[in-house]
């Protein structure tokens, strides 16, 4: 699958981020403001293995800061078991040169207010 078999048209992309505006309480993170070379960094720990390489998203919350937060972490593909495809989070305690990545901003605050129909 390449890359740009997951592209979606803006129009199913406003479906969809109405919809999920629609299931969370007012005031609630509904996007997630992420720097390229951050990115990029978590996708080099995964692009040297075979398989699809992918990074897992996981939703968090920082107390001290009262903010939810993205973690992101890469992930190796398991074709030991049988069924559909698993993929095995890559954490340092498994290996030391693994990392897991939380540079991420929540909308609100940091949103496209005036410009973005994904916004709402």
Same mark, same amino acid.
């Given at each position: ?18 919809a999920y505006r629609g299931?969370?309480p007012a005031?609630s ?8 070379a ?15 390489p992918?990074?897992?998203a996981?939703?968090?919350y920082?107390?001290s800061?009262?903010e939810?937060?993205l973690?992101i972490?890469?992930?190796t593909? #398991?074709?030991s078991? !049988?069924?559909p495809?698993?993929y *095995?989070d890559? &954490?340092p ?11 991420t #901003?929540?909308?609100? !605050?940091?949103?496209?207010?005036? *410009?973005?129909? &994904?916004?709402?």
């Open positions: 699958m390449s890359a740009n078999d997951d592209k979606i048209d803006e129009a199913t992309a406003i479906t969809w981020t109405t299931r969370v005031g993170v509904k996007a997630f403001l992420i720097p390229v951050d990115l990029l960094g978590a996708a080099s720990e995964v692009m040297n293995q075979g398989g699809q992918m990074v897992r996981y939703l968090g920082d107390a800061k009262n939810d937060k973690v972490v890469g992930t593909q #398991d074709t078991s !049988p069924g495809t698993v *095995n890559m &954490l305690s498994t290996n030391p040169n693994n990392s897991i990545w939380d540079f #901003d929540p909308c609100p !605050p940091r949103c496209d207010e005036a *410009n973005s129909p &994904l916004n709402g």
